[in-house]
Nanobody, 115 residues
Framework: VQLQASGGGLVQAGGSLRLACTAS????????MGWYRQAPDKQRELVATMTSGGTTNYADAVKGRFTISGNNAKDTVYLQMNSLKPEDTAVYYCNTVDFGLNSYWGQGTQVTVSS
């Protein structure tokens, strides 16, 4: 499975951005897709995930502000980020896990929130 992410950028605090990640290859093996982020000098952390059945999971830090969703083809996942804060600044990585529990990563996309 290959992942292509897009949608990062620079935004002021309180603003919004939408990230997209499209999978290609053996998409029928996908069990879940999601987003992680890594800020400078910090470990990579979960942001939000969605299973193929539509179950979602969010980090406490983004609940109520971020929404993960997918398309009908189940090959694309979106992350709508509202009310962005400077502490959301990070490189955001798309991730997918297949039914064999293999994990795949896309290239990161930079999100910068200015105060």
């Amino acid at each position: 499975v290959q992942l292509q992410a897009s949608g990062g950028g620079l935004v002021q605090a309180g603003g919004s951005l939408r990230l997209a990640c499209t999978a290609s290859g053996n998409i029928f093996s996908i069990n879940s897709m999601g987003w992680y982020r890594q800020a400078p000098d910090k470990q990579r952390e979960l942001v939000a995930t969605m299973t193929s059945g539509g179950t979602t999971n969010y980090a406490d830090a983004v609940k109520g502000r971020f929404t993960i969703s997918g398309n009908n083809a189940k090959d694309t996942v979106y992350l709508q980020m509202n009310s962005l804060k400077p502490e959301d600044t990070a490189v955001y990585y798309c991730n997918t896990v297949d039914f064999g529990l293999n994990s795949y990563w896309g290239q990161g996309t930079q999100v910068t929130v200015s105060s």
